[in-house]
C-alpha cells in the first residue's frame, strides 16, 4: 500500500563480538594453509621429539622436564605458527576478501580483535597438546624411578604460550604490513638475527653486552630457558618481552587498521 511502513521478513539483530569470532573460526579451519601449516608443526614437534627420546637414557632427564625433546621440533615448529600467523590476516588483503569481511563487518576492530583471539586459541591448544603428548610419552618411556626429573606444567605452559605469542606478533605484523612475503621475511628476520648477531657483535668489547642481551632473549635461547636447558632459569623475563613486544605490535594494528582504508 502506497505510504505503508515496510517490515523486512528477514530477522535483524545486533552483531557482537561472537558473530565475528564465528566467522574467524570458519574461515581458519576453512582453508588448506591452517591444515598444511599446523600438519608440518605437529610432525616436527610430535616426530623430532619422539625420534629424540628414543635416543635418550633415564639419566638424561635428572633435574630436566620429560618435555625436553619437544623443544627441539619447537625450533623449527616455531616458523609454522609464525607463517600461519601472517596467512590469517595477510592472505585476505592479497585476494582483496578483506573489502568484503569489512563491508559485512564494519566495526573494523572488531574484526581484527576476532583474528587475534582465534588464532592464539588455535596456536596455543595444537601447541599444549602437542608438547603434553611428547612428555607423557617420554615420561612413559623413561620413568622408571631413577631419577627425579622437573615437573612439565611449566614448560608446557610457558613453551605453548611463547611458541603461540609469536604466531600473534606475526598476525600483527601481517596488519602492519598487508604483505604475506614481506611479513613472514621480517618475522624470520626478528628470529633469526638476533640468534646470529651476537657472535659478531661480541667480538667488539664496546658491543658486547648488546650482543650478550641479544643472546638471553632471541627466541631459540628464550625456549632454551623455558625448558630448562643448562641450567635454565624458566625464561620468565624473555616471555615477558615478548609479551611487551606483541602487545604493541597489536596496538599499532589497531591503529593502522583505523587509520587507513583496506
Same mark, same amino acid.
Request: hydrophobic share 45%.
Given at each position: 500500500m502506497p505510504g505503508a511502513a515496510y517490515t523486512s521478513p528477514i530477522p535483524i539483530k545486533r552483531t557482537?563480538?561472537?558473530?565475528?569470532?564465528?566467522?574467524?573460526?570458519t574461515k581458519i579451519r576453512s582453508v588448506r594453509s591452517t591444515m598444511w601449516t599446523l600438519g608440518i608443526f605437529l610432525l616436527l614437534v610430535i616426530g623430532t621429539g619422539l625420534a629424540i627420546a628414543a635416543n635418550?637414557?633415564?639419566r638424561d632427564y635428572a633435574d630436566v622436564p620429560y618435555t625436553l625433546p619437544a623443544f627441539f621440533g619447537l625450533i623449527l615448529g616455531q616458523i609454522c605458527l609464525i607463517? #600461519?600467523?601472517? *596467512?590469517?590476516? $595477510?592472505?585476505?588483503?592479497g585476494t582483496g576478501m578483506i573489502r568484503t569481511t569489512m563491508t559485512a563487518s564494519p566495526q573494523r576492530h572488531r574484526v581484527l580483535a576476532a583474528k587475534f583471539l582465534i588464532f592464539f586459541l588455535v596456536?596455543?591448544?595444537?601447541?599444549?597438546?602437542?608438547?603434553? #603428548?611428547?612428555? *607423557?610419552?617420554? $615420561?612413559?618411556?623413561h620413568e622408571d624411578g631413577s631419577v627425579e626429573a622437573a615437573p612439565m606444567g611449566g614448560t608446557l605452559l610457558k613453551g605453548s604460550l611463547y611458541v603461540s605469542l609469536l604466531g600473534v606478533l606475526a598476525l600483527a605484523v601481517g596488519a602492519l604490513l598487508r604483505h604475506s612475503a614481506g611479513a613472514i621475511t621480517a618475522m624470520l628476520g626478528l628470529v633469526l638475527v638476533p640468534a646470529i648477531l651476537p657472535a659478531f657483535l661480541m667480538i667488539s668489547e664496546s658491543m658486547r653486552p648488546i650482543g650478550e642481551k641479544m643472546l638471553d632473549y632471541n627466541a631459540p635461547n628464550s625456549?632454551?630457558?623455558i625448558f630448562?636447558?643448562?641450567?635454565?632459569?624458566g625464561g620468565t623475563s624473555q616471555l615477558w618481552l615478548l609479551i611487551g613486544v606483541t602487545a604493541a605490535a597489536i596496538v599499532g594494528a589497531f591503529i593502522r587498521l583505523e587509520a587507513r582504508d583496506v
Open positions: 557482537h563480538l561472537g558473530n565475528a569470532l564465528a566467522s574467524e573460526w635418550t637414557e633415564p607463517t #600461519l600467523g601472517v *596467512l590469517v590476516v $595477510s592472505s585476505e588483503y596456536a596455543y591448544v595444537v601447541s599444549f597438546c602437542a608438547i603434553g #603428548l611428547v612428555g *607423557l610419552i617420554t $615420561s612413559g618411556m625456549l632454551s630457558k630448562e636447558i643448562d641450567g635454565g632459569t
